[in-house]
């Protein structure tokens, strides 16, 4: 059963008119699409919340009610007051159900990996979303991976995914998704040997260096103790 919310044509603007709107229960909205005029309209707060708290979220297809007609709309973007997380304002874009969008969508392991059951690792999620185009019916909740095969250092790329029926990637066929990576602590390990590598590196020239002086002044003191010698003969 579709989703279908009520919309007002908004007739009052301003911050103070949208602080009225918001201490009602409700948020101010746009409704906008390709060749057609946007219309500003104001929409009440626990049906988007609804409709965001969804299994399909931002990419759910619903129907907003105004001028006595349904129009099929996602919601294209929100915004949220940085200091409260309030919802303040929603776009609504019109959606033609013949014509495919663009849309991104959630990307979820299938499977244990063998690199964490047995190899010590972990899954590293590289990339959480991947863009898709296809006609709105089609839009999947999500795109799920089997992650089962892989072992420690390996990892999935958009290349390796096939996308549902109807379903065409648009993400970079080389951006990884998914990584089986190693524990920080064996990565530190190896960053500390690889320190003192550099470390005793850079030492090794410093005592050359003081040997060097060392023998200079010992060539010196030579030196001089020979002059004082031939000097005492000359007396």
């Known amino acids: 059963m579709g989703i279908t919310i009520k919309g007002e044509k908004r007739k009052v603007f301003g911050k103070n008119a949208s602080r009225t709107i918001r201490r009602e229960g409700k948020v101010p909205a746009i409704f906008y699409g390709a060749n057609i005029s946007s219309i500003p309209l104001v929409v009440t707060k626990k049906d988007i919340i ?4 969804s299994e399909t979220g931002e ?23 940085p200091v409260t997380d309030e919802l303040i304002h929603v776009d609504l874009y019109q959606i033609a159900m013949d014509k495919a969008i663009r849309v991104s969508v959630s990307v979820i392991p299938v499977g244990e990996a063998v690199g964490v059951k047995s190899e010590g690792g972990f ?9 898709i185009e296809c006609l709105p019916k089609d839009i999947p909740e999500n795109i799920e991976i089997d992650i089962s095969t892989l072992h420690v250092h390996q990892s999935v790329k958009m290349e390796d ?6 379903v065409e990637i648009i993400t970079d066929p080389d951006t990884v998704l998914i990584l089986i990576d190693v524990p ?10 690889e320190e003192e590598e550099v470390i005793a590196e850079e030492e090794e020239p410093e005592v050359i260096k003081k040997e060097k002086e060392e023998e200079e002044k010992e060539e010196e003191k030579k030196e001089e103790e020979k002059k004082k010698g031939g000097e005492k003969e000359k007396e």
């Open 59 to 81: 990419n759910t297809i619903f129907k907003v009610s105004f001028n006595s007609e349904n129009r099929d709309v996602m919601i294209k973007e929100l915004q949220i007051d």
């Open 184 to 193: 920080q602590k064996e990565e530190i390990i190896e960053e500390e040997k």
């Open 161 to 166: 995914v096939s996308p549902p029926e109807g």
């Open 50 to 53: 609804k409709i965001l708290r």
């Open 123 to 131: 899954v590293d999620f590289i990339t959480r979303e991947v863009e």
